[in-house]
């Protein structure tokens, strides 16, 4: 069995494990265009210097060592044969996708410039870190995950400013008050942050020197444009499969509307696990869960996705967020009648030196279904709650059934016992 | 409705504050003995003085501004009312036994001599902090949760030695691997760990002296008695209920063998979840859990407790650990044939900076149901880890369906995605 795999990211990495580990003889390859294997969530710390770019590549072992052939090239045309940029044709009993996503430019006069930077690979944030030896001032156009979280870790050494096109950094994924919070924050650090406003130009020689956001100019070394991310879906295009708005179509097991091909990770259109429509995903961990369902199903182990819960998580600063399913605007936007409930602490006993505020939102549909979670905390506290979260959105849990949840307390590791984050939220539900 | 509630601890203030709720017009009386409401929990961080006595007391208030009264008092005698030590007598129509527990005092000569100590109260809390004033060594009895603690506390500012009778410290609590790892930590911070050995003697004149260890004798200023808890159940035996060697019977609506006297808390014998065998809980969320059962049957809203998974967190100098339902060595006690996965990796990505070591272990019947547990991590990463796999073992969730879970990463926050804690582990399992 010859399984050819068009990406070296997180899901082709996984199909080829997989498929390696289920079909010993079979023959994997992996065609990835990307010079290095990058740890994408992780660039933010290396472009700061909290880490540094080396640490975040990982050598192609990583594929390799599992039986798997790695090929840097580029693809140009599928056919019978996979043909690539320097002329290879590669055959294949089964085609996966795992061409991932791009950077979304938005069509900004000056988008060109020097020292205007988009992010994804190992080589931009090398790029990036570079220009900051040299800089002083700093633009992130689009207050999302990433440049949120790099504005946090540039703060200080830096004049940062942040501007997003939505009322609100963090709009659409978390609800206000809990983008309130974070905005709060980036305020009492010293970052200048220009929400519901647009990036009309560009400005600048060779170099850029500025941005003029309606009508105001803002003077600046660096502009990285954090605008979001497409699926690299255009060759799966050209080979007539399917796609949405969101990336390419598949089925349950992964599969696209072709035999024998499928596709994983961020240039999937992916579904919600809630309503069943199209969503978009880019997490790493959706992809590495779709890459086993396609590479099982290679295999002829049957497998099924059952669709995103989409759970992420942030750090800014000192404070964690998280969040899973839906939050409450994008489920009433959905037209789904939300009951909503709400907890509102400390992460420890107010018995103990510095407990720090908690904050969680839980959504549910009328059947009192956990449909979405939001948290607010600090530390390592928020990820795991997001998971069992998550756990709970895919499993249809209820209100009543969290409510009874029995629970660790401890006082320096969790709120006082009679207010556990999630029982209280679901606790407010009649 | 009037509704006596016999301890003003834990499960006494929630039944309290539960049926003020459902009945507003009901007459709700607490009698406790103690002097304090204190959180039990803190009692480690007051004796070292990481936090204040005074601090971990709560005000009556926490039961009063409910509107139930709050008489300081101790029941001596139960019939067709409720009789005190200083002669009142109240009238009920519910009766509610929240009486707690009280420390086992092995039989030890000696153990009658000053600056020998158990720990329950606020005022125990507050002699051994006075007691540390003028002492240089501790000799800890018992290598549980609080002794442990406590030693991790007060390491490095005193002479720390801890004796335990069974071969390792948690041994009851975590199998062995976790036992070793806490042990190693232990020793390199200068604590003196005696296990599998027992206390022959406690020396002294009027103040303890020494402590004799198989023969060995240990100077010591301060012993402290931490051998564990034994339920306060003679007042609800003198009454003919039905008590075994954990407590206090009761049915699932927390419900004894007489008709309108409920029990919750510590004075009750836990029923497994796992095995529906009875089990000690001894924690303050399971009372808390039970408590809120007993209440609404109480008012007429059926509820049941289904038994307890015993989730548990505790934090050693700075590492934490947890555990829910079944470790490996009992479960195989209980002839239960387990399956068991593990997962070792780091608290963060190896791209970031001081990632930790993080080790868990989940342990299956034959159907593949998760039944138990233990997770080592750091900072506050654990605890909801651990709530959620007591949410999973008492739905009888499977490590199919585990290993399903969409989940979260992050550099700072999570493991590499690749390796989450409960998806690997699941993942040994064939």
Known sequence: MKVVIIGSG?????????????????????????????????????????????????????????????????????????????????EFDYLVFATGAKPFIPPIEGAELKNVFTLRTAEDARKIRESLSEAKRIVIVGGGMIGVELASLLAGRFDVTIIELLPKIFYTSYDEEFCSEVEKLLKEKGINLLTGKKVEKILGDEKVKSVIVEGEEIETDIVLLFTGIRPEDELAKKMGIETGKFGIKTDKHMKTNLDNVYAAGDCVESVSIVTGKPTPSGLVSTAISQAKVAAMNICGVEAEF???????????????????????????????????????????????????????????????????????ANGNFVAPFIDFLSFAISKKITCNELKNLQYSAHPELTPLPFFHPIVSACEQIE
Chains 1, 2 share one sequence.
Do not use: W
């Open 10 to 90: 997180p899901a082709g990495i996984v199909v080829s494990h997989v498929v390696k580990k289920l079909k010993p003889d079979s023959e994997v390859i992996v065609i990835g265009k990307e010079k290095n294997i990058v740890v994408r969530c992780s660039e933010p710390y290396a472009i700061s210097g909290d880490t540094e770019v080396d640490k975040i590549i990982k050598p192609d072992e990583v594929i390799t060592s599992v039986g798997a052939d790695l090929v840097r090239d580029e693809v140009v045309e599928i056919g019978k044969t996979v043909k690539t940029k320097s002329g290879n044709e590669f």
């Open 306 to 376: 059952p669709g995103v819960t989409n759970p992420s998580i942030t750090k800014i600063f000192d404070i964690t967020l998280g969040r899973a399913g839906f939050i409450q605007k994008q489920a009433e936007s959905e037209g789904i009648k939300v009951k909503v409930g709400t907890f509102e602490g400390l992460t420890k006993y107010d018995t103990q030196k510095d407990p720090r505020p908690m904050k969680v939102k839980l959504i549910f549909n009328e059947k009192e279904e956990v449909i979405g979670g939001e948290i607010l």
